[in-house]
């Protein structure tokens, strides 16, 4: 099984920065890995963390570039028009509360969401900030604008940590990329997550490294194993301190061959068995079925799926950008996405949280976009017991800063966690054994939890 190459950065920031630029950085245990990678870092961990938690699953969407907070879930329909832009407010399913316009769909699910609108922080660099709410942790330096860094373990390692495997599945999954601070860090290699990449709208995709090559038949594959058992007479030694290679590589072989002998695992990753109905729901491009996966996933025991979506750093014309196609496929698919997990009885175990690293300047620059803006943020949050059709917070009149029921990334990490059945106030410790906290004072936002 050959591990997939890493899919180039499709979306850059306003610093520019590729995938390749990541490689060059050399962080060791950033980048998610390929399935025989994962697995051979799973086999050889030592931690031996048993699976705990509850079965809260998580979806999360990440918007890479920071959105704008006016275009979306937090309009100022009466503030002056440098500020308010060129887009109108609309009603919601929720009578008092007002989308953009921008985002009809998500307005027509709103009775099954809860938006956050006061998360800040003041870290106004995509390195810093993404790694500010992809870890719950600020950086401990300042971070340059397109730096790729992990100084913490990402929520999805951290699930990872805390869960292990679930039925040979991988318990962290990235589509189609990983966020630039995605990765485990000191948790180690075993907790990156498992890249989806390719294109999943392509009658022709398939999830490299969970099917058996197309040469080879499952009766050839069962043979080949059982001639592998019958010539392999190494003597094992079951003593953990003797840290026997051969039993670690016997872990590892095991896991690769339930992965890819599993039905249920084959069946979440084939979208074809989805009904065109269904695909059409969720929208015929990357991004829709991207979501659609993800939802297959969490349904089989996918504990988090991280769907990385670049392309919103509109630092020039801001309006045209959200009148194309990308604000359209968001739009569809999420509501799609939400509305599907509910109809299927699967919202109330899912949480499904959509963000970016900030919100957008309040004035509108001489280039008609908008800049990089910490002061105010929105995050859609829905399922896992999440109260529904709720604002959460609110900024001021202008949309400058959070004003009421004002967050951290701390508290939005703690809520997080809590959900997942982790626990925020935990200690991890470096791989030289020095003491992390998990989530540094981080409060519950409490109008998350009924």
Avoid at 47 to 58: I, K, L, Q
Avoid at 59 to 79: M, N, Q, R
Avoid at 339 to 368: Q, S, W
Wanted: glycine share 12%; proline share 6%; charged share 20%.
């Amino acid at each position: 099984m050959a591990a997939a190459p890493l899919q180039t950065r499709t979306h850059t920031n306003c610093a520019g920065v590729t995938r390749r630029d990541f490689l060059q950085v050399g962080l060791g245990g950033v980048l998610g890995l390929g399935l025989c990678q994962l697995l051979r870092h799973q086999a050889v961990a030592a931690d031996g963390t048993p699976a705990t938690g509850t079965r809260t699953n998580c979806i999360l969407v990440w918007l890479d570039g920071g959105p704008s907070h006016y275009e979306t879930f937090d309009p100022k329909p009466e503030a002056p028009s440098e500020i308010r832009g060129e887009f109108s407010a609309i009603p919601t399913k929720v009578p008092g509360i007002q989308f953009s316009e921008c985002i009809p769909k998500l307005a027509g699910v709103a009775d099954r969401l809860t938006i956050v609108r006061s998360i800040h922080h003041k870290d106004p660099n995509h390195g810093g900030g993404n790694h500010y709410m992809m870890t719950g942790m600020p950086t401990p330096v300042p971070v340059a604008c397109g730096a790729f860094v992990t100084f913490h373990p990402s929520f999805g390692s951290m699930v990872s940590h805390a869960r292990g495997i679930r039925d040979g599945l991988p318990a962290y999954v990235a589509m189609p990329e990983v966020s630039r601070s995605g990765g485990p860090n000191f948790l180690g290699g075993q907790h990156a997550p498992f890249v989806i990449d390719g294109s999943p709208n392509s009658p022709s995709f398939r999830v490299r490294d969970v099917v058996l090559p197309s040469d080879i038949a499952e009766g050839r594959a069962a043979s080949r194993e059982a001639l592998r058992k019958s010539l392999d007479t190494l003597k094992r030694y079951s003593d953990k301190l003797a840290d026997d290679p051969a039993v670690t590589f016997d872990e590892f072989y095991a896991r690769g061959l339930d992965l890819v002998g599993s039905k249920s695992a084959q069946e979440a990753f084939d979208l074809q068995r989805e009904s065109e109905k269904v695909r059409e729901a969720y929208g015929r491009n990357d991004f829709g079925q991207r979501l659609l996966l993800a939802r297959r996933l969490v349904e089989v025991g996918v504990s988090f799926v991280t769907v990385y979506n670049g392309g919103w750093d509109h630092h020039t014309k801001i309006f045209d950008a959200y009148r194309g196609d990308q604000l359209k496929r968001l739009d569809q698919g999420l509501a799609a996405l939400i509305t599907d997990l509910d109809d299927r009885g699967l919202l109330e175990r899912t949480m499904v949280i959509c963000l970016g690293e900030f919100g957008r300047t309040p004035k509108i620059n001489k280039d008609a976009g908008r800049d990089h803006w910490p002061g105010a943020m929105s995050v859609l949050m829905a399922g896992a017991g999440i109260p529904r059709g709720q604002i959460v917070g609110a900024t001021d009149a202008k949309g400058y800063y959070a004003s009421e029921n004002v967050y951290r990334p701390e508290d939005f990490a703690a809520s997080l966690y809590t959900k997942m059945g982790i626990d925020p106030k935990q200690i991890l410790h470096t791989t030289t054994g020095r003491p992390v906290p998990l989530v540094n004072g981080g409060r519950l936002i409490k109008e998350l939890f009924a």
